[in-house]
């Protein structure tokens, strides 16, 4: 009876699982300086945050105090076909009779 390609497969499955199960496992070493360097981290973590938002409101300081670029004048609008045809004629008068 051929098992094909199924005992690699069951390799590969059984080597998940023991990859899982090791990585579950609690971590090694001290917990105290595990905690310190944890502490650390998360300190230089905020410290970069800050700067960034010390940045930003630099950023946008300068910004506000850019003079803004004034806006152009709009051409008048250019009278359409209508009313250029439209312009002499009065409405509903008659001609005398």
Do not use: F, H
């Amino acid at each position: 009876m051929s098992r094909g390609d199924q005992r690699e497969r069951d390799r590969a499955k059984n080597l998940a699982k023991l990859q899982a199960k090791k990585k579950s496992e609690s971590k090694s070493g001290d917990v105290q300086k595990r905690n310190e360097d944890d502490k650390a981290a998360l300190q230089a973590k905020i410290e970069a945050k800050k700067a960034m938002k010390e940045k930003q409101a630099e950023d946008a300081a300068k910004e506000s105090t850019k003079p803004k670029p004034k806006p152009k004048k709009k051409a008048p609008p250019k009278d359409s076909l209508d009313d250029l045809l439209n312009a002499g004629l009065a409405g509903n008068k008659k001609k005398g009779r």
